[in-house]
């Protein structure tokens, strides 16, 4: 199953993104495969506001365990989350 996880950061937490991201780094590699593609929001000024990952867990219950220990998430830099199923296409695979 393929997810769409847009996370927007709370009001003025820029730079508490940018101390935890090491740590939501680390953790993204170590997703390894379930990582389909990732990335910041920006907001007009080219500054971080947010996350957008698509992940693919074999059910909702390993995206919300991955949830769970996310440093974003433990930190309450990411306020908003939205999640939804996706189904993922990429041109020339299979």
């Known amino acids: 199953m393929?997810?769409?996880?847009?996370a927007y950061d709370g009001e003025g937490m820029l730079e508490k993104r940018?101390?935890?991201?090491?740590?939501?780094?680390?953790?993204m590699a170590r997703?390894?495969?379930?990582?389909?593609?990732?990335?910041g929001l920006l907001d007009e000024?080219?500054?971080m506001k947010g996350s957008v990952l698509i992940l693919d867990f074999a059910d909702r219950s390993?995206?919300?365990?991955?949830?769970a220990g996310e440093p974003y998430v433990q930190e309450h830099v990411w306020e908003k989350?939205?999640?939804e199923r996706m189904n993922v296409v990429i041109p020339g695979r299979e």
Do not use: N, T, W
Request: glycine residues 16%; aromatic residues 6%; charged residues 20%.
């Open 31 to 39: 997703l390894g495969g379930h990582v389909i593609c990732a990335g």
């Open 2 to 6: 393929q997810f769409i996880v847009k």
């Open 81 to 83: 989350i939205e999640i």
């Open 18 to 27: 940018m101390a935890v991201r090491p740590r939501h780094l680390q953790g």
């Open 45 to 47: 000024s080219g500054k």
């Open 62 to 67: 390993g995206l919300e365990d991955y949830l």
